[in-house]
């Protein structure tokens, strides 16, 4: 089985609510998707991804033998930080601890690094999510530094890890 990144497909919506409808998968991500999670929103997801600026989002699909098992984006950030940009990924929990997210994050950065000028990806995972820590160290980021108490998640204070991947190294 191969995994892959590639571009959206509006028929994607079916998986990728599915993936979405996942409370243990919500659990490590921020704030702000609708629960439960409709075909529908995935569907706005997916043309909004489709439509976004080429050199300001990158985001994928990340796809086993074309099947969509979650998602990965790459968004630039703006005024003297539009060099760096931001990482974010999930994949559903069947294929957790497989190695698809590192091989999913590997082959972002290298699609973001050859097709754009950006300098610097950085991931912020919140500091109890081990798996998602040592997704971005197998994929060579290193830990910059713990932001203590940065997030709050269902009521829970939050201690945040920020990892960073720096062109040419």
């Known amino acids: 089985m191969e995994i892959k990144i590639r571009k959206w497909k509006l028929e994607d919506k079916v998986d990728l609510a599915k993936t979405l409808n996942d409370p243990d998968v919500l659990n490590n991500l921020r704030d702000g998707l609708p629960y439960p999670y409709t075909t529908k929103d995935a569907e706005e997801y997916i043309r909004a991804m489709l439509a976004a ?59 973001v690094f050859e097709n754009s000028d950006v300098l610097r990806i950085f991931a912020d995972p919140f500091a109890r999510n081990v798996a998602s820590c040592c997704v971005l160290e197998k994929a060579g980021f290193a830990l910059e530094g713990t932001l203590r108490s940065n997030a709050v998640k269902n009521g829970e204070v939050l201690d945040v890890k920020m990892y960073a991947v720096v062109r040419g190294i």
Request: net charge positive; aromatic share 12%.
């Open 53 to 111: 600026p080429e050199d300001k989002v990158f985001a994928f699909a990340i796809a086993l033998d074309d099947r969509v098992i979650g998602s990965i984006s790459v968004c630039r950030c703006e005024n003297v930080h539009s060099r760096s940009a931001e990482m974010g990924y999930y994949i559903g929990k069947p294929y957790w601890g497989k190695g698809y997210a590192t091989e999913a994050v590997r082959q972002t950065v290298k699609r």
